[in-house]
């Protein structure tokens, strides 16, 4: 991972997307914003005891960060589905984890702190997916969905696209007692030890059955849990804020003489 910083606002990004000056990726650590509390201090999160008024001004600093005005958010209740961007409603974004795109200048913010924020680009048809995949969703496997949708929307090859995931909940840290009733039978061989799961690999697992190869997906393999000076941690803490991951197409601008 890439580690930036402007002002007092820090974020990653990925060496998988270095080579692509098309696409914007960019996972944003809990430094530089305005929240307190539980939510210090660059909470870009909904909901819990924060302000309204400190969430939004937090997201116009990320935006002001990286030059953008506004930001698509969709309402992440842990599903499978993914909107495609204009077509979306804003009710069916209201039921969505993820948004996909291929106009340039829309930047998508996905919000997380344990979950995973999972950006998919095609760099041949120059369209890409900014995705949620809390343990629901990849109970649901929206992985797989999204490289389904990709490849009806877009005509996306699963064998181009690229996939980067966010810090996240690591594999010591990732307990279910009740696994045997969330998880498919399926995936108890992930316990790293009884009742842990590995749910990066869970992820990586997935993304390769979709097709996406393996030297095409980039995990930051960094447990939120794990690093509380950087993240949020929602089975850390309670409650909590959430990171802002962001994903956009940039129009380059090719110089004729």
């Not at 930047?107 to 369209?127: G, V």
Request: with cysteine; aromatic share 12%.
């Amino acid at each position: 991972m890439i580690r930036k910083k402007k002002d007092s606002l820090e974020w990653l990004e990925f060496e998988l997307f270095a080579p692509y000056p098309e696409v914007t990726a960019a996972v944003f650590l809990r430094h530089g914003g305005i929240s307190t509390g539980n939510y210090h201090s660059l909470n870009a999160g909904s909901g819990g005891d924060d302000s309204n008024e400190n969430v939004v001004e937090n997201r116009k600093l990320i935006g002001k960060t990286l030059g953008f005005k506004n930001f698509k958010i969709c309402g992440q209740p842990h599903k499978d589905n993914v909107a495609f961007l204009p077509k979306a409603t804003e009710e069916f974004l209201n039921d969505c984890d993820g948004m996909m795109t291929n106009r340039t200048n829309e930047p998508l913010l996905i919000k997380h702190a344990d979950c995973q924020a999972a950006i998919f680009f095609d760099p041949q048809k120059k369209a890409l997916a900014n995705v949620h995949a809390g343990w629901r969703g990849q109970v649901k496997n929206i992985y797989q969905k999204t490289v389904e949708q990709m490849q009806s929307a877009f005509g996306s090859n699963p064998a181009e696209i690229l996939v980067a995931v966010s810090p996240s909940l690591g594999p010591n840290r990732s307990e279910f007692i009740n696994y045997q009733q969330e998880w498919p039978e399926s995936y108890w061989k992930f316990q790293t030890r009884p009742t842990y799961f590995d749910l990066w690999s869970i992820g990586k697992f997935q993304l390769t059955q979709a097709g996406i190869l393996p030297e095409h997906i980039q995990f930051a393999e960094i447990c939120t849990y794990s690093n509380p000076q950087d993240y949020y941690s929602y089975r850390r803490e309670k409650p909590t804020g959430g990171h802002a991951t962001i994903a956009c197409l940039n129009r380059i601008i090719v110089a004729e003489f």
